[in-house]
């Protein structure tokens, strides 16, 4: 008897998560873990379940299912998802992130049934191949059979804009606690390593994201990358000095210096002409 | 600038057809007195040419003096004034060319011989100013109606494609995918319940179509629709919904646009209790003072929600479907508080009966 399909159903409607339930439960091989109403709890139950497989709607209060994915994905053994909602204007955006398959309210059995068949074939992939990378070089962070980090990632938060339009807040997670700040207030974001610092309103959060991920995400008028490591909100700039030969810094309304490299100069002076 | 010269062919007809004329002419004036053909061509067709662009100006005159407007016997004194000018203008010309052709026209001729033919020039002029202004006449007369009728059209089709626009985001397909969903569930779970539920969907569909094929309907119809949809809505949201209803009879016997209401309080399941994790109250209140009618649809807002996109078409349908309706002192207003999202409408308050136009006066 293999491990059975730990499944997570999130959708903010009682009806459709017992109908996901109901056929669910006829597949021999599947769990169902729980059942979560809005973002929030998703992303808790996701850290705290490790399911294999999300079946995830896409409008839901406070975060809705892109965005629950952008926080879970890139992880070891982050799950695999299926997107599952009644409008088919996100499909494309659900295939850029890679979900396994998107179904469209109504659906039946056997609709469902496909899907879990290619989850665990992906799964299956994902395992092998982690299997066949430990083997080869003992590392531990194996790809889950959820969205890869960075490629990935990108197409994530360009594609969570949409045309023409800039993410108006940033999510966050911090274990099973997800912290969503508002673009406006955020002062400065500071590239570290893998990982990015978003400073604003007095607190600091990391996100598992590249700088340059970030920045595409944001609007470009009010955020610019000042220094490979900075980007900086142009609201909270004070001034800028000069230190010596084509060196300065930018003094933030709070007092805070950040480097500004050459480029980053440029930027900011087009900005600003 | 005469409507021929924008179109190049017609106007080479014009002319052509003008150039014709000038053979009749010469005919004429071979029969008052012996000439060579030759001769009497060269005299004719160049002044025919030249008098077919005199007689377009009585397009000018057709404009200026309507023959239906107040004082059609002014029009047409206006008309002969300006065909006399016309004939003076030609004739002058034709004295010219005469005597410019002089040696071959008349050799052997006496002035006398000139005169007639410039008299007869001068009598030719006129019927043929005043024929070319009836045929303005005719033109423009066809024109206007042609305006009228395309006006007419025209608002024929915005108002059914402000109907159009009303009906199709009324028949919402998310909601019914949403709805066949909710269906699809409850016939597992709860048989009885589908039933309902799909009794409920055809309900309300088919008072959609009835609905929307009116003009207008009381408020009261109105808000039994909304009734039908919110009981729909409930099946999906369950408990997250709840519904406060505020609605004075007096306010409930006016009459208002059909399908007016429901995408106010579609829009306020959507972005107020599908946002919020414990739902919220729905707030439906209509209120008559004096002459005004006053509705106000109320959801709770929840200041972390996702961004969604197409915010706001709802309302422009409904912004619509109120000019269409015509009052003009009808209008939106919408107004977020903190956690509230505030929609008011305010009609000219009719009761149900009172005919529309009375009102609008």
Redesign the interface.
Known sequence: MPEPLRVLIVD?????R??LR?YLGTHAGVEVVGEC????EAVKAIAEQRPDLVVLDV??????GF?VLELVAGEPGAPAVIFCT??DEYALRAFEVHAVDYL?????RERLAEALGRARDRLALAASRAQGQSAESGSPAEPGPGPATSPVAAALAASAR?PG?YS??IVVRDGAQVH?VPTEQVDYVEAQDDYVAIHGAGHSHLKHQTLAELAEALDPARFVRIHRSFLVNVERIARVELLGKDQRVVILRDGRQLPVSRSGHERLREQWS | MHPLFARPVRLLIVVATAALFGVPLAWLLRLLEPRPWSAALAFAVPLTVFYSFIVLSAWWVCRRHPITGDAPWRAVAVQLGAALQATSIWTALGTFWALALDRWLYAGLTRAAMLRDLVVLFAAGIPIYLLSAVAHYLVLAFEASHAAERRVLESEVGAREAELRALRAQLNP?FL??S???????V??DPEGARRMCEGLGDFLRRTLALGAQDEVTLGEELALVERYLGIEQ????ERLRVERAVAPDAAACRVPPLLLQPLVENAIKHGI????AGGVIRIAATRVDGTLRVTVENPV?A??????GEGVGLENVRRRLEVFGARESQLFAAREADRFRVTLTLPAIAGGAPMEAARA
């Not at chain 1, 109403?37 to 929030?40: E, R, S, V, Y």
């Not at chain 1, 409008?59 to 809705?64: G, I, N, R």
């Not at chain 2, 599908?274 to 994790?277: E, I, L, N, Y």
Request: proline share 7%; charged share 30%.
């Open positions: 903010d409607e009682a009806p459709a017992s109908l109901e109403a809005n973002g929030f409008q839901m209060p406070k975060l809705d965005e009644a409008y469209l309210k109504p659906f039946g949409g339009r108006e807040r969503v | 998310h995918f949403n066949l969903n909710s269906i699809n569930a409850l597992g779970s099946v999906r949201f369950g599908q946002d919020c994790v929840d972390d929600a996702p961004v969604r996109r």
